[in-house]
């Protein structure tokens, strides 16, 4: 992460913005809180559901190679240690030994030593803290504890007896469930190599230090595909799978110019990973991981084999030929999805009459509202008739009615909510059976037939 600014300043409007408007809700609020956790309002969750309904028509509906699957978040424990997760999945942390705050150490020498920590041990990480002296950014105090290792993995107890040998882990990726479910999905589904498993769930990860909003929780959803592949494939494979992430980001309207690749060098990779890219995107606290692809070799699949004293095994249908399939992995954080969408999307307007507004420029394919109809007022004749074409619309787009309050107000309260199209029936719509049709980005209006408002909008939605 570079040019961390203070989420105060960068994500302020867009924070306060979720809150007001039913996007984004701060996790137990009337417990006073819980730290890093949020719950998604009714926007927030049609929002997310967009997302992961798009993702799922893109990479399994409309792809033959491509099947799902929905795993348990629970998995057998033997399965973490063979997927290194047990051993290897730590993050180096460091207590100030004045006022106890702890920090990610790698975070710590990047945000006050300006340097990359990269690739540095648990004491190379250690000495550099203690001789240059950092700071504690919360108390300025010069006094760090040594670093050291901490799994961020969640574990809970299976059975009443809370003893070692029943703990289990809430999965910290979803890619596992599906490494354990190949030979299943081989034996039970027609699919070929090259094929993929998609999945969309929760993972759940200790973060030593989390924030930016919902950047960096510590409950989150992943949409995951473990691509199996013949291992002298691997190269091309995964530049097609670079590029279906970046069309993907066109898709959902990721502004592109906020969108860079970060190469992994190679000896930062994960102890899995024979090269991985990141895509990251320009967040307003600095320019970091969105989403990452990685080649994962055929070390999951071995390991689990190795575990599991079971063989897993593609036979090729035509050589009779027996392999360990490759695999390629690209990853997609939903939350970190939803705010880079809110960060391109949000926007401070001023209007020719002075008057400020706040609108949300949400692409219409992940917009939670789609429509907004309006009776330019309450009384008869308008509101039966907005409720008629309000019946008639929202058989086919997700539609808000709303006739309450002066009409300029009711844009306001769309615009904020990213709704593409207001719909507004008035007494002309009483005389020649047309309404008004307003362009959230644009504003401008334009009278439409009834009969025609569907195929119109229809054309304006994909
Ligand atoms: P980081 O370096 O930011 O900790 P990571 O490299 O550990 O991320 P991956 O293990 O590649 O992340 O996880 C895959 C995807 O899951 C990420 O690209 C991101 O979109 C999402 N993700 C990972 N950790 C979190 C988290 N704590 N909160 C929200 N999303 C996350």
Redesign the pocket.
């Known amino acids: 992460m570079t040019q961390v600014k203070n989420i105060q300043d960068s994500l302020k409007p867009i924070v306060a913005l979720c809150k007001r408007r039913g996007f984004i809700y701060p996790g137990s609020e009337i417990y006073g809180g819980f730290a890093n956790t949020y719950s998604f309002g009714p926007y927030g969750a049609q929002l997310k559901k967009n997302i992961k309904d798009l993702w799922w028509q893109t990479f399994v509906q409309k792809r033959r190679d491509m099947v799902g699957l929905d795993g348990p978040i629970l998995l057998h424990p033997k399965a973490w240690a063979a997927s290194g997760h047990l051993e290897g999945f730590n993050d180096a942390m460091i207590d100030c030994k004045a006022c106890k705050s702890r920090f990610r150490c790698d975070h710590l020498i990047e945000e006050e030593l300006k340097q990359s920590a990269d690739g540095l041990s648990l004491e190379e990480m250690t000495h550099l803290v203690h001789s240059k002296k950092v700071k504690c950014p919360k108390c300025g105090a010069q006094d760090f504890t040594n670093a050291r290792n901490f799994n961020l993995m969640f574990s809970t107890h299976m059975s009443k007896t809370g003893s070692e040998g029943d703990v289990a882990y809430l999965r910290p ?1 979803t890619a596992q469930a599906i490494f354990l479910d190949f030979k299943n999905i081989i034996d039970t589904m027609r699919v070929r190599i090259p094929f993929g498993v998609a999945q969309i769930g929760k ?1 759940f ?1 200790n ?1 030593i230090t ?1 924030g930016n909003f ?5 409950e ?1 959803e ?1 949409m995951e595909i473990e691509y199996f592949i013949r291992g002298e494939t691997w190269e091309k494979t995964f530049e097609d799978w670079l590029k279906s992430m970046h069309d993907w980001c066109k898709l959902i309207g990721l502004n592109k110019a906020r969108i860079h690749e970060k190469e992994h060098p190679k000896e930062q990779l994960s102890h899995y990973s024979k090269r991985t890219v ?1 895509i990251v995107y320009d967040f307003p606290f600095g320019t ?5 692809l990685a080649y994962r070799t055929d070390f999951d699949l071995s390991r689990h084999a190795e575990f599991s004293g079971q063989k897993i095994e593609y036979t090729d249908p035509e050589t009779r030929e027996k392999f360990v399939p490759h695999v390629i992995e690209p ?3 939903v ?2 999805t939803i705010l880079a969408l809110l960060c391109d999307a949000y926007d401070e307007q001023q209007l020719e009459n002075g008057e400020m507004r706040t609108v949300l420029h949400l692409h219409p394919r992940v917009a939670p509202v789609k429509v907004g109809v309006f009776p330019l007022m309450k009384k008869d004749p308008l509101g039966p008739k907005a409720q008629a074409v309000f019946d008639m619309l929202q058989a086919h787009f997700t539609c808000e009615y709303d006739e309450s309050g002066a009409i300029g107000k009711r844009y306001r309260r769309q615009d904020e909510l990213g709704t593409p199209y207001c719909v507004t029936i008035d007494f002309d719509t009483i005389e020649n059976d047309t309404v008004t049709l307003r362009d959230r980005d644009s504003m401008e209006q334009t009278r439409v037939a009834i009969s025609e408002l569907v195929a119109t909008l229809s054309a304006k939605l994909i």
């Open positions: 990726e993972a990860r973060e989390p919902v950047f960096r929780v510590i989150f992943q990141d970091s991981e969105l989403y990452g990853t997609f954080g939350e970190r």
